[in-house]
């Protein structure tokens, strides 16, 4: 089992920065990749951005350039360093893990809401 906790979330206005952290813990930790969604009312789930355990980073066209994730193996904790913030970037923003058996864990998710 894998648990996630996310944390940094809030309301700031456009422009502003936030930077989200997810620490994972359990009994069975071989992960080989950690991600952050987002999901706004009405819309689908969609990868913000991803890392894998060797660094190779993907991010969403939407935020690249604004966003940088990050990862601390040996903490096994994953962050999302957002900066520019736009108000569609408003959302519940979920932390992703996926262990090397390719199940999946999440978080329990995060308001982001950005203010014009």
């Known amino acids: 089992q894998v648990q996630l906790v996310e944390s940094g979330g809030g309301s700031v206005q456009a422009g502003g920065s936030l930077r989200l952290s997810c620490a994972a813990s359990g009994s069975d930790l071989r992960i080989n990749f950690m991600g952050w969604y987002r999901q706004a009312p009405g819309k689908q789930r969609e990868l913000v951005a991803a890392i894998t355990s060797g660094g190779s980073t993907n991010y969403a066209d939407s935020v690249k350039g604004r966003f940088t994730i990050s990862r601390n193996n040996a903490k096994n904790t994953v962050y999302l360093q957002m900066n520019s913030l736009k108000p569609e970037d408003t959302a519940v923003y979920y932390c992703?893990?996926?262990?090397?058996?390719?199940?999946?864990?999440w978080g329990q998710g995060t308001q982001v809401t950005v203010s014009s």
């Open positions: 992703n893990a996926r262990r090397t058996d390719y199940v999946h864990y």
